[in-house]
């Protein structure tokens, strides 16, 4: 297993403007630097843009650092897009396809998961989960004709309306048959919906393509009361051999959530010295 960061406009290391001004692109090498520079290998993004120019800077940024784009996230194409794979206007849906085809695109020259979280839709259920079912099978189908895996999130209950446990995730994944893509499970989100985020690990661990790490309040690991690192040791144990990212509220700024995690990490042996 492996650990990653996430950088993006919300959590993670947060640069409220990244990619949409020119002084974000100088933050975003720091943030690299920065992670970089306290042993993290690896970096996840959340983008709103699938601008070619755009993601081929973001790249050589990535590549000029030596660290590894090892997942995409898509949710804020919904946030700040409001595209969503179960919008009952049909062009709306279209737009959250074809933007996460762009994406799946740009993480396959790179070896990235593309994440699936809230470009499902948020916590009104307008619509069909047909809908949703429909949008699954085309992306999953893109997907593996870029020979790119998907994780599909299991996201807690005030946020969206629909597949909130990995128990409804899995079924989705073994009933619209999706080949390309397997599940994100995270510590912030099982914490909420799951009656045992152990048992959880245990009995899906098959299924995971991405792992998000986060304490109870959604902190640093170390800063709430979930057990974090009984949940890496078993994910280890398991066999799991994906990347594990952090993707945590920047409380009380940027660098402490990067020092943090990182000393968590470090002081139970999960990563190594930088
Ligand atoms: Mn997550």
Known sequence: MRFSFV??????????????????????RSALKLLKRHGFSGLEV??????EKTLA???????????QLVAVGT???????????????????????ASVSRLIAFASQ????????LIRGGTSVSSSSGLLSRALVECDRIASEHGVRLALEAINRYETARLNTAAEVASIIRDDK???????????????????????????????SHFHIADSNRLAPGRGHLDVE????????????GWASAEIL?????????????????????????
């Open 7 to 28: 950088v993006s406009a919300g959590l993670g290391y947060r640069i409220p403007d990244l990619f949409e001004t020119e002084a974000s692109f100088e933050e975003f």
């Open 46 to 51: 959340n983008l709103a843009t699938t601008e």
């Open 57 to 67: 800077r973001i790249a050589k940024i990535i590549q000029g650092e030596g660290l």
């Open 75 to 97: 949710g804020l194409l919904y946030l700040k897009r409001r595209y969503s794979f179960t919008d009952r206007n049909a062009a709306r849906r279209r737009r959250a396809i």
């Open 110 to 117: 790179h070896d990235a998961v593309v994440i699936i979280g």
């Open 178 to 208: 999706l080949r390309s893509t397997g599940m994100l499970l995270d510590s912030f989100h099982m914490n909420i919906e799951e009656a045992s985020i152990e048992g959880t690990i245990r009995e899906f661990h098959e299924m995971i």
């Open 230 to 241: 009984g949940q890496l040791r078993l994910l280890k144990e398991l066999g799991y051999r």
């Open 250 to 274: 920047p409380k009380p700024d940027n660098a402490s959530a990067v020092v943090d995690t990182a000393s968590f990490l470090r002081k139970r042996g999960f990563l190594s010295q930088p």
